[in-house]
């Protein structure tokens, strides 16, 4: 698995939010679009994607694109 290819998937999951602002370093929360509808699209996706189901607190604890990258990558190891 590679961190574009997570942001990529990421960012799809975001209808109104340039795909350009998106990278490993995003405090995705402060996104104006954010929402707990999101989190939950996220967490799916990665269900989807990577087979890896995350829990809810880990969801809250990440604040980057990149520590939730790692938290995958985790549960991957």
């Known amino acids: 698995m590679e961190i574009n290819?997570?942001?990529a998937h990421f960012a799809e999951q975001f209808d109104e939010t340039?795909?350009?602002v998106f990278t490993p370093e995003l405090v995705f929360r402060e996104l104006e679009e954010?929402?707990?509808?999101?989190?939950?699209a996220i967490m799916a996706m990665i269900k989807s994607e990577y087979d890896v189901a995350i829990s809810a607190d880990e969801m809250r604890n990440a604040n980057t694109i990149q520590e939730l990258f790692d938290t995958v990558q985790?549960?991957?190891s």
């Open 5 to 7: 290819e997570f942001v």
């Open 18 to 20: 340039d795909a350009a």
């Open 34 to 40: 954010w929402s707990s509808f999101l989190a939950l």
């Open 74 to 76: 985790k549960h991957l």
